[in-house]
């Protein structure tokens, strides 16, 4: 996903005051998936969906 489409998913669900991860607590997650070579992350719960996406 380009960095384009995220930050207006993400505006969007600021607005409409949906919680959605922090930035910090991403590159947390991003690390601990890189460092276990993690491949693939079932997800579930999302409000805009974005979060695979961001990871992979």
Do not use: W, Y
Not at 1 to 24: C, G, R, S, T, Y
Not at 33 to 41: Q, V
């Amino acid at each position: 996903m380009d960095n384009v489409k995220f930050n207006e998913i993400k505006q969007k669900a600021l607005e409409e005051h949906i919680p959605i991860i922090m930035d910090d607590t991403l590159d947390a997650i991003r690390k601990i998936l890189k460092d276990k070579n993690i491949e693939s992350i079932l997800e579930i719960g999302t409000a805009v969906r974005i979060f695979c996406n961001l990871l992979f």
